[in-house]
């Protein structure tokens, strides 16, 4: 049996659209965790395992114009594979050169290597398809960004 999960499953209501400016890297960071921690997917040692590689080596997860990732290794502290949609509205910088103000980013909880990759294929799918990225940017509500998301 095929154990793929769709994006969606791993989603579920780990929705949040901020509105907020002027963050700081850590700020958003916090944000793009909020409902994973809220919902024990993961423990506060996989934000500060972000927080500290972002302090090392800059902001690796920044994937593409407006698009982040923000993930660490699953023993950092992951209990429940899933993922959490965070959509900046005024947009934040996390230090990207290349890449600029991130709007849209997709933290990535993953509890092996193997469902991870199912995940990463998924979502590099939708990376790569700029009109659904920016119909979940301007989304207003979360229904809107599931109706996005479902094709996924």
């Known amino acids: 049996m095929d154990c793929f999960m769709s994006l969606l499953s791993l989603i579920g209501d780990n929705i949040v659209i901020s509105n907020e400016k002027h963050l700081s890297v850590n700020a958003a960071l916090d944000i793009t965790c909020s409902k994973l921690l809220e919902q024990g ?16 080596i800059g902001a690796y997860y920044v994937l593409a114009p407006k698009i982040a990732m923000p993930h660490a290794r699953p023993e950092d502290g992951v209990n ?22 991130v709007y849209f980013s997709i933290t990535l909880a993953a509890m092996d290597s193997d469902s991870h990759i199912q995940t990463i294929m998924a979502l590099s799918e939708l990376f790569q398809n700029s009109n659904d990225i920016d119909s979940i940017i301007s989304a207003q509500t979360k229904d809107e960004i599931i109706e996005v998301l479902k094709k996924y």
């Open 41 to 56: 997917s993961i423990d506060v040692t996989y934000l500060e395992a972000i927080k500290q590689k972002h302090k090392e």
């Open 80 to 101: 429940e594979a899933s993922l959490q949609v965070t959509v900046f509205k005024k947009g934040v910088d996390l230090g990207s050169e290349d890449n600029g103000d």
